[in-house]
């Protein structure tokens, strides 16, 4: 069965500094791999996904992802963080060919010191 | 644009006493529709999706059921509510065509307290 690894459960950053957050995954193919972040007591939002072509994917409020196939992973990264980035961030899989279901890390929480 | 309701926002209910989350899509048609449960530190467990009106796949075993009584509309029941049923609900959507099958969004959540 496929699973998601979020190494880090909780990281805290000061404001301005760079961030990346990890996600490793275990599948045989190359799965189609996503970023979601979640605030307090809402639902999550999609801030970038990969498919397949060019492995450095751009998303939403500047976030970047890079897939890496040797290392089954796709670390989400951002080059200055603000302070309304504190937020949870989820890592999700899906392993294609018709199954359309997401398998999601546990999750890191992001801490952003003023 | 699409857009996802959920309600309601927040639900306190006793042990024992049934349960109905309502959620409804706009601006889309015949999307999948999924239902996941949100219990902290243990990041979103599956419970349903729906691929069609009246086609529903169970995942986890459970107290609970799912119905898509409507295109855009899915409901999530309990007869009688347990203890273990407290937790953060979500709703979400996915199209139905090519990639957009895998990219799914959500709803805002109900946060259910059973007492």
């Known amino acids: 069965a496929q699973s998601v690894t979020q190494p880090d459960i909780h990281i805290t950053v000061s404001e301005g500094a760079s961030l990346e957050l990890r996600c490793n995954y275990s599948?045989?193919?190359?799965?189609?791999l996503f970023w979601y972040v979640q605030s307090p007591g809402q639902g999550l939002q999609l801030l970038l996904k990969y498919f397949s072509g060019d492995t450095l994917v751009q998303g939403i409020k500047g976030f970047e992802a890079e897939f890496k196939r040797s290392q089954s992973s796709f670390n989400l990264r951002k080059p200055s963080v603000h302070w309304s980035d504190a937020a949870e961030y989820f890592c999700?899989?899906?392993?294609?060919?018709?199954?359309?279901?997401?398998?999601f890390g546990k999750g890191t929480k992001l801490s952003v010191i003023p | 644009s699409q857009t996802i309701h959920q309600w309601p926002a927040t639900l306190v209910q006793p042990v024992g006493s049934p349960l109905s989350l309502e959620c409804t899509v706009e601006?889309?048609?015949?999307?999948?529709l999924y239902w996941y449960r949100q219990a902290a530190g243990r990041g979103l467990q599956l419970l349903f999706y729906s691929v069609g009106i009246g086609q529903i796949s169970s995942e986890v075993p459970q107290n609970l059921s799912a119905s898509r009584p409507q295109d855009r509309q899915f409901i999530l029941s309990s007869k009688k509510l347990l203890l273990s049923d407290s937790g953060f609900y979500l709703c979400a959507w996915s199209g139905t065509s090519g990639r957009r099958s895998y990219e799914q969004y959500f709803g805002p959540g109900t946060r259910l307290t059973v007492t």
């Open positions: 999700a899989v899906a392993p294609g060919a018709g199954s359309y279901q997401l398998t």
């Open positions: 601006g889309t048609s015949n999307p999948n």
């Open positions: 599948y045989g193919a190359t799965p189609y």
